[in-house]
């Protein structure tokens, strides 16, 4: 029983070690392959256009070091350019790197209509303005992401292995 017990515990302290072997990549690198990501060929493609980032941790984090035709906005500026449009509307880029493991790491972006009102809005008490906010799907074939990055440990550089969704894997 002694035998057993001993063995038990030497297990959980190997799962608890491994765990803590892991190591994430820090926040610096992985804003540094979103900026590489939105510069490169493969990126979203903007058609010469100005390109409006959705104000989430990731375009906040680099907004500084993105340039035309990226743009960043959010709160009563957002609206205000939405209203311009002729259908009160403005596509924003949602970009979500997802780390995969210490040496991967997927960067995905996807669109989000963004769509302005104005008016008497009765919900949850009165409002004059309604933000609309909708997602485009990602389609039924599982999870492909836009651009995959693998830390070579030779070269200790990231590379870009290709855009993953084009070539169909």
Known sequence: MKIHFVKLWMFLLTISTADLAYSQPSPITIDSLVVRA????AGPVHFG?????EPNEFALRIRDHVAYPYK?????????EARKNKDNSLELLRI???VISEDT????????SFKAKKGIFFWRGLHFRQELYSLSCGGTAGYKPNLRFVYHADSEKWRCIGELSALGK
């Open 49 to 53: 256009a100005t390109v409006y980032l």
């Open 72 to 80: 960043l906005i959010w709160g009563k500026q957002l609206f205000k």
């Open 105 to 112: 790491i997927d960067i995905n972006w996807g669109d989000v």
């Open 96 to 98: 979500a790197p997802k």
């Open 38 to 41: 939105l510069r490169s060929s």
